[in-house]
Every structure is written in C-alpha cells, then in structure tokens.
C-alpha cells in the first residue's frame, strides 16, 4: 500500500503541478487557437461579405458599361447613318455637276461642229456656186438665161415681201399695188 500511496500522491502532485502551470499555458494557448480561428472567421465573413459587395459592383459596373456600349454603338450608328447620307448628298452634287458640265462640254462641242460644218458646207456651196456661174456665164445664152432667171426669183422675192404681192408678178405692177395702198 506504501507503493499505493505514494503512486496516488505522485499522481496528485504530477496532476496539481498540471493543473497548477500547465494547463493555464494550454487553456491560454486554446484561447489564443480558438481566437485566431474565431478571427479567421470573422475575416472570412467580411472577406464573403466583401466579395459579395465587389460583385454586385461588378455586375453594376457591366450593365453601366452595356448601358455606355450601346448608347455609343447607337451614337455611333446614327454618326455613320449621318455621314453616310451627307456622303451620299455630296455624291449626288458632284454627279449633277459632273452631268451638267458634260452637257455643257456637249452643247459646246456641238456648237463648235454646226459651226465648222456650216463653215465647211459655205465653202463647199461657194466653190460649186462659182463653178457653176462660170460654167453658166461662158457661153452667150446661158448668160442671158442665167441673169433673167435671177432677176425673175428677185421679182418673185420682193413681190412676197411686200405684203399683197404675189410670186409669178412682175416688178413693176407690184410697186405699182404698194405705192396705191400707201405701203411706199
């Protein structure tokens, strides 16, 4: 029993020296555990909570930037809709500028051929004319044919301009009509 007791009283010191030193040092190590844990939870609650926060700011952030996107997407849909037509009404000015000022260069270069070609056609009448009064005026006869008949178109030419005259009416009694009527 010897052996009993002093087995129990060591037990009891080895538990009081326990109780007495250790078990603070553990108690406050627990504590310390317990709290840096309870920190850590603490942290990660905030931590949750912050992330939460961040992403609803995110997801408000996205939408404002599909909001910003599409009004720039449709500001910019309306500039190129309104470049596109000024570009177009410019278009359609230099086209009816450009046609305008061709038909302008036409009716020039039209005006320039009627003018070479009346140029060419009087020089062409000129050269048969003369060749023809010459052909005409060589021989005797021809001469006076030639110079009654002119005379005859000019009675008929002045007979028509003098109002009431007739073509076929000789000079004479034409200028006779218009000094009666009082035309001369």
Known sequence: MDVLIA?????LVILFVLYRYVWPILRSMSERQ????QKMVDDSE??????????RRLASALAEARDETAKIRDTARGDADKISE??????????ERIRQRGEEQLIAARDQMVRQLRV???R??????ERLVVETLADTKGKRSAVDHFLDE??????????????G?????????ARDEGRL
Not at 46 to 55: F, I, N, P
Not at 86 to 95: F, I, K, N, T
Not at 124 to 129: E, F, S, Y
């Open 7 to 11: 087995e129990s009283f060591g037990f």
């Open 34 to 37: 317990q709290e840096a844990i």
């Open 46 to 55: 905030h931590a949750q909570v912050s992330l939460e926060e961040a992403q």
């Open 86 to 95: 000024e570009l177009r009404e410019q278009a359609e000015r230099e086209v």
């Open 120 to 122: 060419e056609v009087g």
């Open 124 to 129: 062409r009448i000129m050269g048969l004319t």
């Open 154 to 167: 000019l009675d008929e030419m002045t007979a028509t301009e003098i109002d009431g005259g007739r073509p």
């Open 169 to 177: 009416e000789s000079r004479e009694s034409s200028l006779a009509g």
